[in-house]
């Protein structure tokens, strides 16, 4: 479903990625992980449609469209999700009407009439407890206020709601509780199906405890240089990146 192909992306004159091949299929759960500094957020950004990169090389194909050429409406309504290693906030809005607005207009996107108001109060009570989310929270604003553990936790709730195809989480690990960590990877393996995929970006193996990837990619200074199987996130997590590193520059 995505098909990404020596893509070279820079922010401000200063190339960032340099040439990243990645292929995803439905179905499939990546991690990918890397050293601070390594890329992996600025791919995530570039695959969103963050505007302030630059792609000056390559191609990423989704689901048979040119993904860079999408807007980024139009890569969500497509199914394309993006979980921020940093959520943003949005003073004033609340959670629900926000999460009305947005799964009203993918399902518009996709020929589906918009839900009822009582249809869709039914669907966030059963999506916030599938994320263990207190339902309280969205009468909130987005993300306004909320703990760090709680933004990540409504991530996967946001996630829930859209049932995007594929799904890129920066980092959604950072900042958890332990019990949280269980919730937030639960919940992301109980939204995975044969029919959409997940990209996992982490620094931590105890995430893949739980979120068990089929591939894991390691980045480093802008390219994947090394990609393998859980086995490989163990490897990494015994040994750091000294060795696979020290013969790349
Ligand atoms: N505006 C900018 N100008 C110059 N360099 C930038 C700019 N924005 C980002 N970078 C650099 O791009 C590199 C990649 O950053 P990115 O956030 O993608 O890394 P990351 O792999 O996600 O790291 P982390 O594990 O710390 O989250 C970093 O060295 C960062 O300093
Ligand atoms: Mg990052």
Known sequence: MLEIKNLHASVDGNEILRGIDLTIRRGEVHAIMGPNGSGKSTLASVLAGNPRFEVSEGTATFLGRNLLEMSIEERARAGFFLGFQY????????????????????RKYNGLEPLGAGEFLKLMRQRAEFVELDPRMTSRAVNEGFSGGEKKKNEIFQMAMLEPTLAVLDETDSGL??????????????????ENATIVITHYQRLLDYIVPDFVHVLYHGRIIHSGDRELALRLEEQGYDWLIKNEK
């Open 87 to 106: 959520p943003v906030e949005i003073p004033g809005v609340s959670m629900a009407n926000f999460m009305k607005l947005a799964v009203n207009e993918k």
């Open 177 to 194: 509780d332990i019990d949280a960590l269980r919730v937030v990877a639960t919940g992301v393996t109980r939204l995975h199906t044969s």
